[in-house]
């Protein structure tokens, strides 16, 4: 269990969330199975665990950010990292029991991996702030990554690093393809509208779906690339959908056709690509309030949909009546920024507070928190659930940390 010193005096964190901090701290052995805090120069907006595990080291990877708010381009850039949760090591027998301590610890032979995460690839970001990145779930090879500057950037992994670590030289060009619709990164700086949230679609590999603070949904195909013409402006499917900015667009896992968006304006649609409007069905405004920020459809049950605002309302919906209402609902107490199903757990979801740094694990059946991760001194930014491990879960935050961390079962398990 690896944990960050104390923030200095002078860091500029308010002193009730240091004392937060420090109360979380002492009790990080009975809170958590497993937990890693790192630092890094810059906060990362973005964080998602690979679908690989190796499984001889207990190695997972993780997509992460550099987020400079363009104080230092040259820094912006997303990077894969990698980090062990020891879960390879074996120490559970009688050999390794310490009587004095009353805890199983490992034998003085025992070889460890690095304590905190290696940064594996670093791939330079082209142009403004990389507001989200993700990887193809057909091939987590290609990532694509938003931009503030109203791109969006393809990269292939394997142009631009490998397991040793290297920088994209300066002569190579820096992305593989860009979607931009404007064609002109000169107009995007002079009017930006930025690429808000991004979304491959499950079903249909190579289609994009993206959202845009002017309001857009675009939907691109990949597979209009070519090497010669990188710069990709012909869509798919291109339409307004909120004039105060769409905030989150995501396809249905088990349908090529179907996705949610929803937006500033507190509204969410259900949207069809084969209908000639493209809406399928809407909730009532009278439901969430602030803008909502972030809707995810349930892994195993794709009529599931929640919601989450700017003022921490969540609402779980039946997409087949979304104009009634929510089918239950809860509150994280401040905005949220990012939810997210359990891959592994049906019931199980988490929201992410951009205001009050707390990362809480719901059981969707109730409406009390099961968890709280309160190691985070900033608002936290995204959050990821690692598909091997049901309980292990990624969150970066504004405090520049990257958090890997595991309940302690003994804690979900008597929720």
């Not at 937060?20 to 810059?42: A, E, F, M, Q, V």
């Not at 690989?52 to 207990?58: A, E, F, G, I």
């Not at 990145?133 to 292939?156: E, K, M």
């Not at 109730?366 to 900033?378: A, K, T």
Request: charged share 20%; net charge negative; glycine share 6%.
């Amino acid at each position: 269990m690896e944990i960050i010193d104390d923030p200095p005096k002078e860091s500029g964190i308010p002193i009730d969330l240091q004392e937060r901090y420090g109360r979380w701290k002492k009790n990080t052995k009975l809170l958590y199975d497993y937990l890693n805090t790192n630092t890094s120069k810059w906060p990362s907006l973005t964080c998602e665990f690979f679908p690989d595990l190796d499984t001889t080291t207990d190695t997972h990877r993780i997509l992460l950010s550099s987020f400079t708010s363009s104080q230092l381009p040259d820094d912006e850039a997303i990077y894969i990292s990698t980090i062990s949760t020891s879960k390879h090591l074996n120490w559970a027998s009688l050999n390794n029991f310490d009587i004095d301590t009353m805890e199983f610890k490992p034998d003085n032979s025992t070889k460890f991996p690095s304590k905190n995460m290696t940064t594996d690839i670093i791939i330079k970001f082209p142009n403004g702030d990389c507001n989200s990145a993700t990887f193809l779930p057909q091939n987590p090879d290609v990532i694509a990554g938003a931009s503030s500057d109203g791109s969006i950037y393809i990269f292939n992994r394997t142009k631009h690093g490998s397991r040793k670590l290297r920088q994209v030289q300066d002569s190579q060009v820096p992305y593989e393809a860009r979607f931009d619709s404007s064609g002109n990164i000169m107009d995007d700086i002079l009017e930006p509208n930025e690429v808000l949230s991004i979304d491959w679609n499950k079903q249909k590999e190579g289609e994009l779906l993206s959202s845009y603070s002017n309001g857009d949904i675009k939907v691109w195909d990949i597979k209009s690339y070519t090497t010669k013409n990188p710069d990709i402006s012909d869509t798919v499917l291109n339409f307004n959908f909120d004039a105060m900015g769409t905030n989150c667009v995501t396809w249905m896992p088990s349908h090529e056709s179907l996705f949610a968006a929803a937006g500033e304006s507190n509204i969410m649609s259900l949207m069809d690509t084969r209908k000639k409007d493209f809406e399928v069905n809407k909730i009532d405004m009278k439901h969430h309030s602030g803008g909502i920020n972030a809707c995810r459809f349930n892994v195993f049950s794709s009529m599931l949909l929640a919601s989450a605002d700017g003022n921490g309302h969540v609402n779980i919906w039946d997409i087949r009546q979304l104009n009634t209402e929510p089918i239950t609902t809860f509150e994280h107490g401040s905005s949220i920024s990012a939810i997210e199903w359990n891959p592994n757990l049906d019931t199980i979801l988490a929201t992410a507070g951009q205001e009050d740094g707390l990362v809480k694990i719901w059981d969707s059946s109730n409406n009390e928190p099961i968890f709280v991760h309160g190691g985070h001194m900033l608002g936290v930014n995204d959050i990821s659930w690692n598909a091997h491990d049901p309980w292990l879960m990624c969150s970066v935050a504004n405090d520049n940390t990257t958090h890997i961390w595991k309940p302690a079962r003994s804690i979900v398990d008597d929720a």
